[in-house]
C-alpha cells in the first residue's frame, strides 16, 4: 500500500504543481501589463515595480492553488481510469476509498495551508502594496495619472488631461466646485507637475490658456484671465501618509476582523461586510478539499486523459463554486442569510454532490 500510496500521489502533485504554475504565470501576466507601463511610461523605480510584482503572488496563489488542486485531481485519475489503473487497482482487492483516502488527506492538507495564507500573507501583502502604491503616488503623481479620465486625488480640484507624457500635460482642464457658485475654470494648452515630496504637494505650472478668477467687487461672479504662465499648488489627498494608511477589510487578517467586528457592534453599527470578508477567507482556504471531493469522482467517471478536458472541465467546475460564492455574498448583504452560512454554500454543496458521487463511484 505504501508503494501504491507514493504513485497516486506522484500522479496528483505532477499537474497540480504544472497547473498552479501555469494559472500563475497567466494571471501574473494579465497585472505584468500594468506594472510595465508603470516601468517604462511612468517613471516608477525598478525596484518598486518589483516589490509590487513579488507582493501579487500571495493573492494569486490563494485562486490559483484551488483550482491547481482541482485540475491535477481530474487530469491523474482521468489517465489513472482511461489507463484502466483504477480497474488494476479494484481487481487487486484494492477497496476504492483505500484510493481515494490519500488524495482527500492532500486535498486537506492544502486547505490547512491555505489558512495562514488567507488569514496572514494575503492581507499582509494587500496593505503592503497599497503602501507602496501611495509611495509611488506622492514621489511621483504622474504615475497614476491616465489620460481622458478625471482624476480626483488632489481636493478640491478635478482634473482631466487629454494627453500625459511623463510630468508633461497637454489640454489640461481643472474644475473647482464651489457650493452655490459656479464652478471654477482652468484651461491649457499644455502643463508639467513638479512634485515635492516632502512637503505632500505638487507644483503644476500651466501655460498658453485662460482661468476664471473671482470678481474683487463681486466674488460670487468670475472674469476671464488669459495667461502665458500659470503656476498652482495642488495638496495630495489627506490620509494618504503610507504609514500610517487606513487599513480596509482586505488588508486585515482574521484577528483584526475580529477587533473590528466587536468595536463596530459596541457603536452600533452592523458589521456584516467585516463577517462575510472573514467567513469568505476560511471558506476559500477549504475550498481545495471541496473541490478534490468531486473532481476525483469526476475525474474517474469521465475516462480521458486529454488536458484540454481536464481544464475545461476545472474551468467550469471554479466558476460554479464562485457563482455560489458571489451568490452567498448577495444573500449575506441583504439580510437574508447569516454571513457564516451564506459564505460555507458554495463548500456545503460541492461536499455534497462530491460525497454522492464518491459514493456512486465506489458503487459501480
Request: charged letters at 20%; one cysteine or more.
Amino acid at each position: 500500500m505504501r508503494i501504491l500510496r507514493a504513485y497516486l500521489l506522484k500522479e496528483l502533485l505532477n499537474p497540480t504543481a504544472t497547473a498552479m504554475v501555469l494559472f500563475t504565470f497567466v494571471l501574473l501576466m494579465g497585472n505584468l501589463i500594468k506594472l510595465a507601463d508603470l516601468l517604462i511610461n511612468k517613471g516608477v523605480s525598478p525596484l518598486a515595480i518589483l516589490e509590487l510584482f513579488a507582493l501579487l503572488i500571495p493573492t494569486l496563489l490563494g485562486y490559483t492553488v484551488p483550482m491547481a488542486v482541482l485540475t491535477g485531481t481530474l487530469l491523474a485519475f482521468g489517465k489513472l481510469s482511461s489507463d484502466r489503473e483504477i480497474l488494476a487497482m479494484k481487481a487487486s482487492g484494492i477497496g476504492f476509498f483505500s484510493i481515494a483516502a490519500p488524495v482527500l488527506l492532500v486535498g486537506f492538507l492544502v486547505s490547512l495551508a491555505l489558512v495562514p495564507l488567507n488569514n496572514r500573507l494575503v492581507p499582509w501583502s494587500h496593505y503592503a502594496s497599497r503602501q507602496i502604491l501611495v509611495d509611488i503616488g506622492i514621489r511621483n503623481p504622474t504615475a497614476f495619472l491616465e489620460s481622458g479620465t478625471f482624476i480626483k486625488e488632489f481636493k478640491p480640484y478635478i482634473l482631466f488631461v487629454y494627453q500625459v507624457e511623463g510630468n508633461r500635460l497637454s489640454k489640461v482642464r481643472i474644475y473647482e466646485p464651489q457650493e452655490g457658485r459656479p464652478t471654477r475654470t482652468i484651461v491649457a494648452e499644455r502643463g508639467e507637475l513638479i512634485p515635492i515630496p516632502q512637503e505632500r504637494r505638487v507644483v503644476l505650472r500651466l501655460y498658453q490658456g485662460s482661468a476664471d478668477e473671482p470678481d474683487p467687487k463681486d466674488p460670487g461672479k468670475f472674469y476671464k484671465l488669459e495667461f502665458k504662465a500659470y503656476a498652482t499648488t495642488l495638496a495630495l489627498a489627506e490620509g494618504k501618509d503610507p504609514e500610517t494608511l487606513a487599513r480596509k477589510p482586505k488588508d486585515m487578517d482574521l484577528d483584526q476582523l475580529r477587533e473590528e467586528i466587536s468595536r463596530l457592534e459596541a457603536k452600533g453599527v452592523d458589521p456584516t461586510p467585516l463577517r462575510i470578508e472573514f467567513h469568505r477567507r476560511t471558506a476559500m482556504a477549504f475550498s481545495p478539499l471541496a473541490f478534490i471531493l468531486i473532481g476525483l469522482p469526476l475525474g474517474i467517471t469521465t475516462r480521458r486523459a486529454q488536458r484540454s478536458v481536464g481544464l475545461g472541465l476545472s474551468v467550469v467546475i471554479f466558476i460554479g463554486y464562485y457563482l455560489f460564492l458571489i451568490l452567498g455574498q448577495t444573500f449575506a448583504q441583504k439580510g437574508t442569510v447569516s454571513p457564516c452560512p451564506a459564505m460555507w454554500i458554495g463548500n456545503g454543496i460541492f461536499l455534497l454532490i462530491g460525497s454522492l458521487l464518491l459514493w456512486k463511484t465506489h458503487r459501480t
